[in-house]
């Protein structure tokens, strides 16, 4: 199963908006997301844009396994202790940046997706993310 990946139009001011759907296709209804957490997001993205990988930090709600049932069941992610690592296949990343993120929970407590905002380094507050 591969993660939808969803891309916004381009913003000057605010940059790319992405959302990545966890949850396999056949089970999506549209008004599953019950809950929403901030976080922060490290993201790796092509020359093109899009994203070849990211990771973040469970929230402390989410450190669990039934929280993690949709994204165990794809091979590209991997949790190794309270940090999430997904590589999207096909995609290299050219350039990695810390974004605002939201984690999205189904009524269940499960992560359905995850809202990517504001894909953009500015000169003034751009921060490598650190490996």
């Known amino acids: 199963m591969a993660f939808q990946v969803d891309r916004g139009a381009f ?20 008004d599953e997301v019950t809950a929403r957490i ?46 999430v690592f997904v590589s999207l296949p096909g995609l290299s990343g050219d350039a990695v940046l810390n974004a605002p993120g939201t984690v999205e929970l189904d009524n269940g407590g499960r992560i359905v997706a995850i809202e990517i905002n504001g894909c953009i380094p500015h000169t003034t507050t751009f921060k490598p993310a650190r490996a």
Do not use: H, W
């Not at 949850?23 to 549209?30: A, E, L, R, T």
């Not at 994203?51 to 949790?79: E, G, H, M, Q």
């Open 38 to 83: 901030s976080i922060e997001v490290a993201v790796s993205m092509s020359e093109t844009g899009d994203i070849a990988d990211l990771s973040f930090v469970l929230p402390k709600a989410c450190r669990n396994d039934y929280a993690l049932t949709y994204i165990r069941n794809d091979p590209t992610a991997i949790c190794v202790e309270n940090r």
């Open 11 to 30: 913003d000057p001011d605010s940059g790319f908006e992405y959302y990545i759907c966890f949850k396999p296709p056949s089970q999506v209804d549209g």
